[in-house]
């Protein structure tokens, strides 16, 4: 395998107690709003109808401030081990576990919103270093997308899907990996299928829990499950997706608040992970608060909740409808996801399709909710890519 590039520098994440000390100040001077119309709601959707109640927020953001232990997380990043290089004038983050295994594969793994690389970081170990042999193993490259974590923010538009795929193919390739496997949900399943369809030179082939058809399909042909499947996409578009329009039309508006109040940062991310989790009530019924907290607080001390969002302005309904994908695919639709692709959709993008998983449980967030169940679908998927051309 050629040796990485020297222009890459070894990084580690250290918060100054000055910054940890100005979190607890703001959560405990916190102005909160009156409780919901629907306070005393019973357990379930319905208590969430307005968003983030007052007692799971109040509760939630007491244990931020007294409980939490951001160090903890912080030396999980470090031991992983982190880097920075510059890629196209940015500086991009990410996390990289090179496997002990002379057999592993490069596996590229993408997140997206409201999420980071807390979506794997709690995976890289075991997939870069199985317990059992039998098990594939892969050197395992986790980076932040542009403006969000450790990466630089965009002084400038254009950062994209598009220009992040070409990146990530230029930072895979200064770390000697010129041909890799990807993974990706959300904004990472989206750059998952740039980079396939973009650069299938590069590409062994992807997994994505993300796929999306060609625009302007029709239901004919659908099963009865595949036309509800469109139906609730397009229901969650039309109704639940004010978050997306804000962030695709006005980033900077919203990004004041969510970098001047970890309260208003905190609800604003907790509401996707209630909303987009496969749980009757409550997201910490599949996902522990701290990696929540790990989450949110990434964001709050890298002040990155609006450069974030500038995600959604810059690549909002922009995947080029003529992009078609040859690499072997690998595609999962969990059941509480909040946008299921129909099969034969799909089939009209990516044309050679080699595992299709309908797992029994998960959300949006698999790898975080469901994250045993998650890994194994992984590995099945990824063997099922890398054999397709033997």
Excluded at 68 to 73: C, H, I, P
Excluded at 192 to 217: K, N, Q, S, Y
Excluded at 241 to 261: C, F, M, W
Aim: glycine fraction near 8%; charge should be negative.
């Amino acid at each position: 395998m050629p040796r990485p590039t020297s222009n890459v520098q070894a990084f580690e994440a250290h918060a100054t107690e000055a910054d940890l000390d100005d979190l607890r100040a703001r959560l405990a001077a916190a102005r909160l709003p009156e409780a919901e119309t629907v306070h005393g709601a019973p357990p379930g959707p319905g208590r969430w109808e307005q968003g983030v109640p007052l007692a799971d927020l109040t509760d939630l953001v007491e244990y931020w401030r007294t409980g939490y232990d951001w160090r903890a997380f912080e030396e999980h990043l470090n031991q992983i081990g982190q880097f920075r290089t510059t890629i196209d004038g940015l500086g991009i983050h990410f996390l990289h576990r090179r496997s002990a295994r002379t057999d592993a594969t490069p596996l590229l793994l993408t997140h997206g919103w409201p999420d980071s690389v807390a979506r794997f970081s709690h995976l890289v170990e075991e997939l870069a270093d199985p317990r059992h042999e039998d098990t594939p193993a892969f050197h395992v490259v986790v980076p932040s997308l542009p403006g969000f974590g450790y990466s630089d923010k965009p002084a400038t538009t254009g950062w994209g899907t598009e220009r992040t795929a070409a990146a990530w193919v230029e930072l895979m390739g200064r770390l000697g990996y010129r041909r890799f496997l990807a993974h990706g949900g959300d904004w990472g399943g989206n750059i998952t299928t740039v980079l396939a369809g973009r650069f299938p030179a590069h590409v062994l082939g992807i997994h994505t829990t993300f796929a999306e058809g060609p625009p302007g399909l029709t239901t004919e042909g659908l099963t009865a499950t595949e036309r509800r499947w469109a139906e609730e996409t397009r229901d969650f578009w039309r109704h639940r997706a004010a978050y997306a329009k804000q962030q695709a039309t006005r980033p900077q508006t919203i990004g004041y608040a969510l970098v001047d109040s970890p309260v208003g940062l905190l609800a604003w991310i907790l509401d996707k992970f209630a909303e987009w989790s496969d749980t009757q009530d409550t997201p910490f019924e599949t996902i522990p608060r701290d990696r929540i907290l790990d989450n949110v607080t990434l964001y709050w001390l890298t002040r990155s909740g609006a450069s974030a969002a500038r995600i959604y302005y810059e690549s909002h309904n922009s995947l080029d409808p003529e992009l078609r994908v040859d690499v072997p695919s690998a595609i999962t639709a969990y059941p509480h996801d909040v946008e299921k692709c129909p099969r034969p959709w799909a089939q009209q993008r990516y044309r050679r399709i080699v595992r299709w998983g309908l797992p029994d449980k998960g959300g949006h967030f698999p790898s975080l909710e469901v994250p045993e169940p998650f890994v194994e679908d992984l590995r099945e998927g990824l063997a099922a890519v890398l054999g397709a051309d033997r």
